[in-house]
């Protein structure tokens, strides 16, 4: 066995492989992404490279993974191999970990102490956001299932962020499956400023070595009669909903060619006719949905299974009999062929498709022949996670399953923390068998799993690469994917692995020659391949100091904070606080109980799209959520955003939708402003809080008025006092009746007022009898 050497890595831990030391290599001189198949050592090359930069750089290192359980796997395995300063074993506070579950004023802290932090991107972008602590220090950034990093991820505001404002910014992206779209793999490295791309496949000479022989079988399944037979009944109902359509004069897919690409397409023609106001857009644009929910119940029968089908079509009846129920959902449990399906399905006894009971002879069989073996079964629906893991202990087999953190309907999700335990208990064998939701696909690091089997193909090639990954690691593994004849799961069989070719030969075509790896030398029983030769070996300019990018800021900003804003905690997500923070806000983020944005205290911004307006105002209680924050401030704001038009988003008449501007605006005296889009409501954000802040300036009340009533005077002055705006100072002055009678008030009376405090009635108390020095 031959081993790396470092002074900051554990003697003899960590196996020399060639091929991770050309990627180490490459991966020091500039920001890099790293495409290796799973189980071919991403981690052990992200800690290769954090030891050489934390060796010769003074910083910190940023590790982030997309979920806890995936996190808290990193954080063991740099705990189990990492030193510093030289050999010298780690304190506690080097190593820290940070999810949603850690408090905000912990994470300051523990980041000053910190020499590595391992984080979910969420937590990291809310506390750049807000400015907790600065990356400025951070010598690199590592960001594991770098595929995520499109749109507005969380990675992506990071990385810019980050390269950005750091002193010495390198960036290591790694991925097993990047995925075959050549356009979203250039996003990806343009969202995360890479400079070079290293990858490596099964075949590769220097990888050869390391791969365990991977089997992969195909499972020929069969539909039985009464499959078939909801099969026809359920085709049959698309087919009527299909004709209907195409006498309105739209362009329908052929019932059996009815993909979710052929149903979007269908409904961009809907789209244009409810732009357009014809009144046959609203009539499609139910039957759209229809057919939408038609398919899924196609879906479940052919891949999943009947006890699948039956419970959405438990779901379906539901919603139609509920008077909250959409038009859909009413027509379509209300026609005599869904009727009759529901009776029939009634009948059915237990699960009927085979692959239930394949599942349990395979896995039956497995832990027979080896009873020490780890099986993962991926299934896409919770519905069938939990069928098969009531078959299997029916069978006597101990399984659990492994789900997200999402409760539906009765159904409880598991909490990060009880992700990690059972995975935990996994890799001790007290279960052998865990069946798993796509949850279970990225970065489950379980070396001794033997077999993996997908209850139904997936079309995603990186969904199919990391399902297979579970696999192989540190042994030869069986991959088993069960396949329904004649429907979708045959499709996307082969869909996958056309998918997984084209990405492969797309990766090599962007990937650079690999870096050179000095010739090993004369090999002995145990030889040690030294890191540090690798890091002298680099220029003293490569080493201590990257070349920045011309757009790089190398030192902390010094420039006088932005107006304030404060940002519900919820809204992070949304483009808006990212071009908050690029203007130079400066953001506070905490749970708000009314709007999405407060200035001040006087103003509060419910932000809505025009989509979520119009859904809000049908579906849930518009007025009430508006009003209720009309009654906390003097100034409050609804800003609608999106430049689709109002009266063409749901089929309400348009005189409906101008009184509900009329009742928030004149009934409420809410503001109503329209963005065009998240940058467009974040600069509108920025000039609101800009005015106010220079409105009220060195004012600690009110800006000046020519003339105010008695009343407006008697608020002025009550507002004037600490912890008290002007809800607060009307709540208090409707209730006593006079300042007089509030400053005589005691504390005990103050507080008894709906929306006073103790701690504010206790100020109002203090200040009126303190004297004045």
């Not at 940070?98 to 809310?126: L, S, Y």
């Not at 085979?354 to 832990?367: D, F, M, N, T, Y």
């Not at 806000?585 to 709007?595: M, N, V, Y």
């Amino acid at each position: 066995m031959n081993y790396v050497t470092h002074p900051l890595i554990r003697q003899e831990s960590i196996e020399e492989r060639r091929y991770q030391l050309s990627v180490m290599l490459r991966a020091l001189d500039a920001n890099t992404m790293v495409v290796l198949p799973t189980g071919l050592g991403k981690t052990a090359v992200a800690l290769l490279v954090a030891a050489s930069r934390l060796y010769s750089h003074q910083g910190k290192v940023l590790m982030l993974a997309p979920t806890k359980p995936l996190v808290e796997q990193h954080l063991r395995f740099f705990k189990q191999f990492l030193l510093f300063q030289e050999g010298s074993e780690p304190q506690e506070s080097d190593f820290v970990m940070f999810t949603g579950d850690t408090p905000p004023d912990e994470r300051a802290a523990a980041w000053e102490a910190c020499r590595i932090c391992f984080a979910t991107p969420q937590v990291v972008k809310n506390d750049c956001l807000a400015g907790r602590y600065s990356l400025a220090d951070v010598v690199l950034l590592v960001v594991d299932e770098c595929h995520r990093a499109v749109g507005n991820y969380a990675y992506v505001f990071i990385a810019q962020h980050y390269c950005t404002t750091a002193r010495n910014p390198l960036l290591l992206a790694m991925t097993a499956s990047p995925g075959g779209d050549q356009a979203k793999v250039q996003e990806v490295c343009n969202n995360l400023y890479i400079e070079a791309v290293e990858t490596r496949v099964e075949t590769d000479e220097d990888v050869r070595p390391y791969i365990h022989e991977r089997e992969v079988q195909y499972i020929d399944v069969y539909l039985p009669e009464e499959l078939q037979a909801a099969l026809l009944a359920l085709r049959r109902l698309v087919e009527s909903r299909l004709a209907r359509l195409a006498k309105l004069n739209f362009h329908v897919p052929k019932p059996d060619k009815l993909s979710i690409k052929a149903l979007n397409r269908l409904n961009a023609q809907i789209q244009q006719r409810i732009r357009s106001r014809d009144p046959s857009g609203f009539t499609a644009a139910s039957l759209h949905a229809e057919c939408m929910k038609l398919r899924h119940a196609i879906s479940l029968t052919e891949t999943q299974g009947s006890e699948a089908l039956k419970l959405y079509l438990d779901r379906l009846s539901a919603e139609g009999a509920s008077s909250t129920g959409s038009k859909a959902s009413r027509r379509l449990v209300n026609d005599p062929i869904y009727q009759n399906l529901v009776e029939e399905a009634g009948r059915w006894g237990g699960e009927l498709h085979p692959k239930a009971s394949i599942v349990c002879e395979l896995v039956q069989a497995q832990l027979a022949a080896h009873p020490e073996s780890r099986i993962i079964v991926f299934a896409t629906y919770r519905d069938t996670v939990q069928t098969l893991v009531d078959a299997l202990s029916g069978c006597g087999i101990a399984c659990e399953r492994f789900v997200g953190q999402a409760s539906r309907d009765t159904e409880r999700g598991l909490t990060q923390k009880e992700q990690i335990e059972i995975l935990s208990r996994f890799r001790e064998g007290e279960f052998r068998c865990l069946i798993a939701t796509s949850v279970g696909e990225e970065g489950l690091d379980v070396p001794s799993t033997d077999m993996v089997i997908f209850y139904e193909a997936v079309p995603s090639e990186i969904r199919s690469i990391q399902r297979k990954g579970r696999t192989g690691r540190s042994g030869s593994g069986t991959i088993v994917v069960l396949v329904t004849k004649g429907t979708s799961d045959e499709t996307f069989r082969y869909v996958s692995q056309t998918r997984e070719r084209a990405m492969v030969q797309g990766i090599r075509n962007m990937s650079a020659a690999p870096a050179p790896v000095p010739a090993p030398s004369t090999p002995t029983t145990t030889r040690q391949v030294n890191i540090q030769e690798f890091d002298s070996a680099m220029s003293p300019a490569t080493r201590n100091t990257r070349a920045p990018r011309p757009d790089v800021n190398m030192g902390p900003d010094f420039d006088p904070p932005g107006p304030a804003i404060t940002v519900d905690d919820r809204e992070t997500s949304s483009r808006v606080a990212v071009r908050l923070h690029e203007l130079g806000a400066s953001i506070t983020l905490q749970r708000l109980e009314f709007g999405d944005y407060a200035i001040g205290d006087r103003i509060l911004v419910e932000r809505k799209t025009v989509r979520d307006f119009m859904d809000t105002l049908v579906e849930r209680d518009l007025f009430g959520q508006i009003r209720a924050m009309a009654d906390v401030v003097p100034r409050p704001v609804l800003i609608i955003e999106g430049e689709e038009d109002l009266y063409e988003v749901r089929n309400i008449h348009p005189n409906a939708v101008r009184g509900t501007l009329a009742a928030i605006t004149v009934g409420m005296s809410v503001t109503l402003l329209r963005t065009r889009d998240a940058d467009d409501t974040a600069e509108m954000l920025y000039v609101l809080a800009q005015r106010e802040g220079s409105e009220r300036g060195e004012r600690k009340v009110h800006p000046k008025k020519t003339y105010r009533s008695i009343r407006e005077e008697q608020e002025y002055v009550l507002a004037a006092f600490p912890n008290i705006g002007l809800r607060s100072a009307r709540l208090l002055l409707e209730h006593f009746g006079s300042l007089k009678a509030i400053i005589d008030a005691d504390p005990e009376e103050l507080a008894s007022v709906h929306g006073i405090g103790e701690k504010t009635a206790q100020g109002i108390w203090d200040l009126a009898r303190r004297p004045y020095r």
